[in-house]
């Protein structure tokens, strides 16, 4: 079966479906000028002050004890707030829009679903919109933080942490059940960019992986579609006649 034959496959699974769910990974970022998780270590690894894991960097601990180092490096891997939407995204956000899929989960941090207009979006993590100080908690949203070189509380003063960061990397428990009901009852779950099999509900559904490597997920899945995801979705908005909404790319159209 060819590329086009299996998207065209995921199509008519969408419609005979009677709720979708997508799952998406850091792969479903990269044309939007993020780096995959690799790249992210590998920006930090070569850093001539910073030797260490990328996870580290990424705890309260270390960004409370030297807020300057990291956030010229958050700045360099996770923060990128002028990153827009990729082609997928606006796909996954028509999909929605047109009541072919009933919402999002996501691993990632940059909340580029959301900025694509999707609703009902699942984020584990949490993302770069969300922002507290470690005195009071008060909440700021990326804008601040992208207006100032290192973030302080104007109203007590303190440091203005990530919400993922903050927590040291854990999944926030309200995301998680949040997660949990919106898997309840699904027929079909669209897995995007990720090789990771772990925080994938094991809800009893049909499965499509989508990415350009071998997963772990691949042989648990019914199809599996190895190619780019930005034209896999384009594909998929022609052989689903989507329409144009304001914003979306003139080339899906046909």
């Known amino acids: 079966m060819t590329k086009k034959e299996k998207v065209m496959q ?5 419609l005979q479906m009677n709720k979708t769910i997508i799952f998406t990974g850091a792969g479903i970022s990269i044309s939007s000028g993020y780096p995959d998780l690799a790249g992210m270590q590998e920006i930090a690894q070569n850093d001539s002050e910073f030797h260490d894991n990328l996870l580290r960097l990424l705890t309260n601990r270390f960004a409370q004890k030297n807020p300057l ?3 010229r490096l958050y700045r360099k891997t996770h923060f990128k707030p002028l990153s827009q939407p990729s082609l997928s995204h606006e796909v996954i956000t028509l999909l929605q829009k047109e009541k072919l899929i009933a919402g999002i989960i996501t691993m990632n941090l940059d909340h580029l679903h959301t900025i694509a207009g999707s609703k009902n979006v699942v984020e584990y993590w949490g993302s770069i919109n969300d922002n507290y100080c470690v005195a009071e908690h008060h909440y700021f949203s990326m804008n601040f933080i992208a207006r100032h070189s290192v973030p302080y509380c104007p109203l007590d003063g303190s440091l203005i942490l990530p919400v993922f960061v903050e927590r040291n990397m854990t999944a926030i428990k309200k995301e998680l059940e949040c997660g949990r009901k919106l898997t309840t009852n699904t027929d079909l779950m669209i897995v995007c960019g990720t090789k990771a099999a772990h925080g994938i509900p094991g809800n009893p559904h049909k499965m499509v992986v989508i990415n350009k490597m071998h997963t772990k997920l691949d042989l648990k899945a019914d199809l599996v579609i190895h190619a ?23 080339e899906i159209i046909t």
């Open 10 to 14: 995921l199509a008519k699974m969408i």
């Open 69 to 71: 180092m990291f956030y």
């Open 228 to 250: 780019n995801l930005d034209w896999v979705f384009e594909q998929l908005a022609i052989d689903l006649c989507l329409k144009k909404r304001g914003g979306f790319h003139d």
